[in-house]
């Protein structure tokens, strides 16, 4: 249920958000916005400033230029208002370990004002949304990492948010838990309406759930939009990427390929050619082998995938920015 | 007046985070293993301090000091051999009451990455530290009360002696002191679980705090003073430096909140001490051999009590500003 842009209203907005640290410019001038009701990825490697984005958006950071506006309220200014509507899933959420679980979300239910019978009704309905009514009374401090952050996003759920901001939200989660988390996160936005920005450095994950992304590096968003955008902006860039495997695989082969109009550059890593052209050479390649009697047993356009978009974009940051090394999140 | 509607919620809202944020804090207090720690350390105190009174009582009234009348002050000062009173033990332990309830208070919920999710709750930061502290003062206040009038009842039982009115509002005001004094501590251990990352570090700093005005400063003060005024010699100088002397060791001393503390206890539990200075032959020709009415007692000590809450308060607002300024971020 992708979002277009121009229908809904916008949750998340900054205006050249920047947060220097000493010499380092964690965040840079950032513009980002985040319609109501989509799944938004925040995209980079560690160091990138996702991090700090994510404080500054719920006024735990103050930003050092620009401003952060949630809902139509600056986040530096009415902090309480802010935290009040917007969840915070930091990463590798902590639980006070000698509480139970239970014991937990009634704490943050009670500094977000909720008392009495409504208090213990709604702990019950989202332990049953995250699957942890079992594990409710269980002590805190014995929860595998799945089961913490489980019940970090009943803990965000607890204030009933507009915006959930999640912060790594799969790290160290085991792949089943990784497809639950990211189920949920889908279930969140699709029946409750509610925005979610998610940084990750994972990419496949968030490929599956994200409905918009922007890729970021150094502290700057070098490229934002739908997967099929970014990858389409790729595909501009010039060169195209097929990876090629085909039956039978001799010495042949490879003359074949190389004698077609268009080709750059042959690459063969194990069973697979990764052929560079010019153009879209598919059609063309597919026709020539048939006649020479090979059987295509694999034949893709690379650079549709988040892979091939990350590196591409990372190759063009680095080409750009230099390659110096920033290490400012942790 | 929509405004001031506004306002009035808004602080019930405060007031209501605080309330919570405390009832967590003495709740874990309450049920954490550390509690048994205390309630072994009180009971140290209490019942080694009740010991030293019952059986060092005796030798008191035969000594035949002239405060017999206030016998039931004594169960708190008189030593017996070398069984220290409830009073020295108090100075001597009551710190580490302090330091073990606040020494991990805000870096433990760091490491534990409790804190990041604390400050995204609609609170303002402040609050979290402020419940902290009062809770901590809280649970001080009932063991250091509990405690002091589990002697008071058990000297009764044991001995017969029922105290005045006079005693009992001294023994009031003499526990009231040691909720400062703990407290202080308590905001000393504070502040450094604010700025040091790891507990261990947070709680050997506060010890050695806790060593330096212990015994450190005694030691500074005498050396400093000796170096001022010299003593000693035979001539003129080092014997007008006599007194400057002692004067001057004495005022580095009372920057020690364990030195305040002895002397305000001192005073408080022993009405017949007439003066925390030194006092000359000429002060005291014509002053008749007399006790201090409460008062009296409490106007001597006001100077210490208002210097512990101070110290008490400034050790609190350094660790308030610097945990206001940190930007918390994931463990």
Known sequence: MAVSGNVSPAVIQTKGLTK??????????????VYKGEVFGLLGPNGAGKTTTTLMLLGLAEPDGGEAVINGLDAAKASIEVKRKVGYLPDNVGFYSDMTGRENLRFTGRLCGLEGEALEQRI??????????????????????????????????????????????????????????????????????????????????????????????????????????????????????????????????????????????????????????????????????????????????????????????????????????????? | MEQTITQEKSKQRDHHILKVLFEKETADFINGKRMLLFILLMALITVTGLYAAVSGLSDAIEGGSSSADFLFLKLFTVSANSIPSYNSLMALMGPFIGIFMGFDAINSERTEGTLNRLVSQPLYRDNIIIGKFLAGIFITTVMVFSSGLLIAAAGILATGIIPTGAEAMRLMIYLCFCVIYIGFWLAVAILFSTVCRHAATSALACIAVWLFCAIFVSLLAGILADAFYPVGGNDMESLMNEMKNYYCAQNINRLSPYYLFGEASATLLNPSVRSVNAVTMTQLSGALVSTLSVGQSVLLVWPHLTALAALMLVAFAVSYVSFMRQEIRAR
């Open chain 1, 124 to 330: 019950e309905e989202l332990l049953a949304r995250v699957n942890m009514t079992e594990a409710g009374d269980k002590r805190a401090g014995t929860y595998s990492r799945g089961m913490r952050q489980r019940l970090g996003i009943a803990d965000v759920l607890m204030k009933d948010p507009e915006v959930i901001i999640m912060d790594e939200p799969t790290l160290g989660i085991d792949p089943e838990g990784i497809r639950e988390l990211m189920w949920l996160i889908r279930d969140l936005a699709e029946k409750d309406g509610r925005t979610i920005l998610l940084s990750s450095h994972q990419l496949h994950q968030v490929q599956r759930v994200c409905d918009r992304m922007g890729i970021f590096v150094h502290g700057k968003m070098i490229a934002c939009g739908t997967l099929e955008e970014l990858g389409r902006e790729i595909a501009h860039e010039g060169a195209g990427t097929l990876e090629l495997s085909a039956y039978p695989d001799n010495i042949k082969l490879r003359d074949v390929i190389k004698g077609m109009n268009g080709v750059l550059e042959i690459e063969k890593n194990s069973d697979m050619y990764v052929i560079r052209s010019a153009f879209d050479i598919r059609r063309a390649l597919s026709k020539e082998l048939a006649e020479q009697g090979y059987t295509i047993l694999h034949l893709r356009q690379a650079g549709s995938d988040l892979d091939e978009i990350y590196r591409k974009y990372f190759e063009k940051a680095g080409e750009e920015g230099g390659t110096d090394d920033h290490t400012g999140e942790k």
């Open chain 1, 20 to 33: 220097k640290y000493g010499s380092l410019t964690a965040v840079d001038h950032l513009d980002l916005t």
